[in-house]
């Protein structure tokens, strides 16, 4: 059996869940496995060929009841009532960079939130928060990981 066969990279399950409530990412990853399925350090396997690990949006549990942000104590009258509490913008955290070296991308989960009674908000369509002109914030950035170091580029066959 040769050495290439011997170790190869598997892509794991996803890591659990960014987000115990509403939605959140969960990332891939690869694991330096032997022939016969068992996990080795990653060292026995070739970096080059590590597949990138990817991204995918995840739901936790059913969140509570909560009061939107910033909007706490708008049952005290109607002058408290701000148009922002009845519909925004809300992001999760910013997930690992996609690449371990050189440029990738970091991902978030962006959901438009709408108050539906005194104390309970709910995930709705991104439509309704677009319809009142309501900034939609990135839900993807580029990061920058280590040098990935010297590289082998190859070329097309030249002609003879």
């Known amino acids: 059996i040769s050495l290439a066969d011997m170790y190869r990279w598997k892509v794991s399950a996803y890591a659990p869940c960014s987000s115990t409530c509403t939605t959140g990412i969960a990332t891939s990853y690869a694991l330096c496995v032997r022939y016969d399925g068992s996990e080795v350090d990653e060292r026995f396997c070739d970096s080059v060929t590590r597949p990138e690990p990817t991204q995918e949006f995840c739901s936790g549990k059913e969140c509570p009841p909560r009061y939107p942000r910033g909007c706490a104590g ?75 170091g010297p590289q082998w580029e190859v070329s097309d066959w030249s002609e003879v």
């Open 74 to 148: 708008w049952d005290r009258g109607p002058s408290l009532r701000l148009h922002h509490c009845v519909r925004r913008w809300e992001t999760s955290g910013w997930s690992q960079c996609s690449r371990t070296c050189g440029e990738g991308f970091q991902y978030r989960a962006v959901r438009c939130w709408k108050m539906l009674s005194p104390g309970l908000d709910s995930s709705v369509y991104d439509s309704l928060c677009l319809s009142h002109d309501l900034h939609k914030p990135a839900s993807r950035k580029v990061c920058q990981g280590q040098s990935c």
